[in-house]
């Protein structure tokens, strides 16, 4: 068997991280052959509840676990990570304003991008999920100058399961009939799911809804704002779909994709005219741990709009990190 990866998990007593942490620890996170060591990363007040967590997780009798470290310490944290998954980041409370909001995870994400920098194994990969994730992943990036730049991305998985399965829902058709069908921008309500280049039993998507008034009106909001949905319904937002989104991204970047397509928000190389560096969804497809974005897709006009509107909202956030000092 091989030898232990080393799995940082931040957040580690939130919700998303009691819905991750039992399906790392089984495997599902990296594959059955692959044992884990599971590091705990959490902030002083929670790390009581992270201990209750991690008698759980012992309570499992995983045989893929192989150990559980629980500590607020960032260099204790991240040391020899392989695959860092930064959960925890600082909600949007009443009245805070979007600058404060990047400044409070700046004092987050700036540290823990120091920490894996100085701490990290060489072949780290970090997966950010606490929101704006876009923005988060760019600032711990930033913060992390010795570790390859593309080692750092940021989840849009859930919104590409939430793309499937409303597509799904409306063709009357399995999610397995679906393919393609990718997120491009930010993890917002502006992302922009691509039904022009998804395929249905092998049909191009537009052309078995058919119904351009539905696209614009229906799914899109509907995929965009699906968090809100879910806020507004459970009272907490998305947290097992969430955890099962990053367990999709993590395992695909892994194991490969053998040519199908995922979403990964991921630094622009400039690809399809979004400025090199902001890190924004594309389709990828992966192999050997290593994700490529999809090359010479025709953009319509439609497209065009949708992902100019929400890659303009990552330059702002950029800018906005940038005045702070963050990147
Ligand atoms: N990208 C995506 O698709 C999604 C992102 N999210 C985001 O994921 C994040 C976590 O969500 P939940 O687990 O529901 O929140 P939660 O509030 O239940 O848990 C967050 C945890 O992070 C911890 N934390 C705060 N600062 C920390 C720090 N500096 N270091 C380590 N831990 C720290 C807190 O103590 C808390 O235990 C939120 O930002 C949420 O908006 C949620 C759903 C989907
Ligand atoms: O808004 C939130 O905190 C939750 C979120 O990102 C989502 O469910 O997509």
Not at 47 to 64: M, N, R, S, V
Request: net charge negative.
């Amino acid at each position: 068997m091989a030898s232990p990866v080393n799995v940082t998990v931040t957040g580690a007593a939130g919700q998303i991280g009691y819905a991750l942490l039992f399906r790392i620890a089984s495997g599902q996170l990296l594959g059955p052959d692959t044992p884990v060591n599971l590091k705990l990363l959490e902030i002083e007040p929670a790390l009581k509840a992270a201990e209750g967590t991690a008698l759980e997780l012992t309570d499992c009798a995983f045989p893929l676990l192989h150990g559980i470290e629980i500590t607020a310490d960032l260099a204790e944290g991240f040391n020899g990570t392989n695959v860092a998954l930064l959960v925890g980041a600082r909600p949007r409370t009443k009245g805070m304003e979007r600058a404060d909001l990047l400044e409070a995870n700046g004092g987050i994400f700036k540290p823990q991008g120091n920490a894996i920098n100085d701490h990290a194994a060489d072949d780290i990969k970090v997966l950010v999920v606490g929101n704006p994730a876009n923005t988060n992943a760019l600032i711990a990036q930033a913060a992390a100058p010795d570790v390859p730049k593309e080692r750092f991305t940021a989840m849009t998985r859930l919104d590409q399961n939430r793309a499937y399965a409303q597509l799904a829902n409306k063709l009357a058709v399995p999610v397995t009939a679906i393919k393609k069908l990718a997120i491009w921008g930010n993890h917002s309500p502006s992302m922009f799911p691509n039904l022009f280049h998804a395929e249905v039993n092998g049909q191009n998507a537009a052309d078995a809804v058919d119904d351009m008034a539905w696209y614009e009106n229906e799914y899109l909001p509907r995929v965009g704002k699906r968090g809100a949905e879910i806020i507004d319904a459970r009272g907490a937002s998305s947290a097992a779909s969430a955890a099962n989104a990053a367990i999709d991204h993590v395992y695909d970047w892994v194991n490969g994709t053998n040519g199908e397509w995922v979403s990964m928000a991921v630094p622009s190389d400039g690809s399809y005219g979004v400025p090199e560096g902001i890190i924004s969804s594309f389709p990828v497809t992966t192999a050997n741990g290593e994700y490529e974005i999809v090359q010479g897709l025709e953009i319509n006009e439609f497209s065009q709009g949708k992902i100019d509107a929400t890659v303009a909202e990552l330059v702002g956030e950029r800018d906005a990190v940038k005045d702070l000092g963050l990147v």
